[in-house]
């Protein structure tokens, strides 16, 4: 089997095209596709867990860490400890990260207005459907079951 003839190749390529192009954007505004989506994952009125963040996005701690120290040093988010849970640490955004939010969510809105605008509803109900075939398999570890 080829490469371009499996599921995971084409996920993965798309991905990485659409990391690339969220990446080049960003840059526009001194900043990465990871840093957007922080700014989009934290809530704006409560703050978030930040152990919360990691598995919401998919990432791991160290990156994230990584991420919220440079995010801190930009003054887009700050820290607080969580009166729920004195362990942990809630991330709020600040004006500036507002904002800067602001400038993430359009650049999602108008990447996901395009693709609307060339793909019929009905393709887009088969794709969300698919993925959430794929995403339920993987989720379930229904993919490498031993025969028993």
Do not use: C
Not at 2 to 29: C, L, R
Not at 108 to 137: D, K
Request: aromatic share 8%; charged share 25%; no cysteine.
């Amino acid at each position: 089997m080829k490469p371009e003839q499996t599921v995971d190749f084409h996920i993965k390529k798309t991905w990485q095209n659409i990391a690339k192009m969220y990446n080049e954007k960003a840059s526009n505004y001194g900043a990465t596709m990871a840093t957007g989506y922080v700014l989009l994952n934290v809530d704006l009125e409560n703050g978030t867990p930040s152990t919360a963040l990691g598995p919401k996005m998919g990432m791991e701690a160290t990156s994230l860490s990584r991420i919220l120290k440079s995010m801190e040093e930009k003054d887009l988010i700050y820290r607080q400890k969580n009166p729920n849970d004195g362990r942990g640490v809630l991330i709020f955004l600040t004006a500036f990260g507002k904002s800067k939010r602001e400038d993430a969510k359009k650049a999602v809105i108008e990447f996901n207005q395009e693709i609307l605008n060339r793909v019929s509803p009905e393709q887009m109900e088969s794709f969300f459907g698919v993925m959430e075939t794929i995403n339920n398999l993987v989720a379930e570890q229904k993919i490498y079951q031993e025969n028993t």
